[in-house]
């Protein structure tokens, strides 16, 4: 069975304090890892997929590397727009490919 | 990124009643549908998986004569509740994708409540 496991459940940072959210997680057989963004009341936003260890990716002051066990999102120098659930997913190269979700992190950013 | 949208986007209905939710792709042409349910501070649970023209798979533990969902083009998916009842209310999600090598991409969520 798929799992994913994100640490911390919860961040409260200062603004401009950097910090990095974690992704950890089992599949079999990975055929992408994802990252989103959503804000209370909301659907989740897409941000990032990553394909292979090794792999980066970033958007603004966020950015998502992978290895073969976990995931990182780095944030840089985050503003209070950034506070939002941070939510991670892998999906298997089997099956219907479904997203199989983590609980997620919520940022708090204060200025 | 490509849109997809839901609607209502709330709705607060009686016990017993029956509510549908909308799930649209409206750039995109929606290969896979896929339907969430959220408690609160909680992951998004998979409903069902639902493809064009086709039935929806459920989830284990998920009641697919509760939970009607039909998707009967590329673009357009719904989903009903029926018989609704207090502890079916919750935020429920839809997403969709183009196909199995693209990402998936969600609607802004139904918050659900019966009373």
């Known amino acids: 069975e798929d799992q994913v496991t994100q640490s911390p459940e919860a961040l409260r940072l200062q603004e401009g304090e950097s910090s990095s959210l974690n992704c950890s997680y089992t599949?079999?057989?990975?055929?992408?890892l994802f990252w989103y963004r959503q804000d209370p009341g909301k659907g989740p936003e897409f941000l990032f997929t990553l394909y292979s260890a090794g792999e980066e990716k970033e958007k603004e002051r966020l950015k998502a590397t992978l290895t073969k066990k976990e995931s990182f999102l780095h944030i840089t120098a985050p503003k209070p727009e950034d506070s939002a659930t941070y939510l991670c997913a892998v999906q298997a190269r089997s099956g219907y490919s479904t997203l199989t979700f983590g609980k997620g992190t919520m940022l708090l950013v204060s200025p | 990124g490509a849109v997809v949208s839901q609607h209502p986007s709330w709705v607060i209905c009686k016990s017993g009643t029956s509510v549908k939710i909308e799930c649209r792709s409206l750039d995109f042409q929606a290969t896979t549908m896929f339907w969430y349910r959220q408690f609160p501070k909680q992951s998004l649970m998979l409903m069902a998986t639902?493809?064009?023209?086709?039935?929806?798979?459920?989830e284990q533990g998920v009641e697919k004569d509760k939970f009607l969902i039909n998707h009967a083009s590329l673009t357009l998916s719904t989903l009903t509740v029926t018989s609704a009842h207090p502890e079916d209310s919750s935020f429920y999600i839809c997403?969709?994708?183009?196909?199995?090598?693209?990402?998936?991409?969600f609607g802004q969520g139904t918050r659900l409540t019966v009373v």
């Open positions: 997403s969709a994708r183009g196909d199995m090598n693209t990402e998936a991409f």
């Open positions: 639902s493809n064009e023209g086709s039935k929806a798979t459920y």
């Open positions: 599949v079999s057989g990975l055929r992408g």
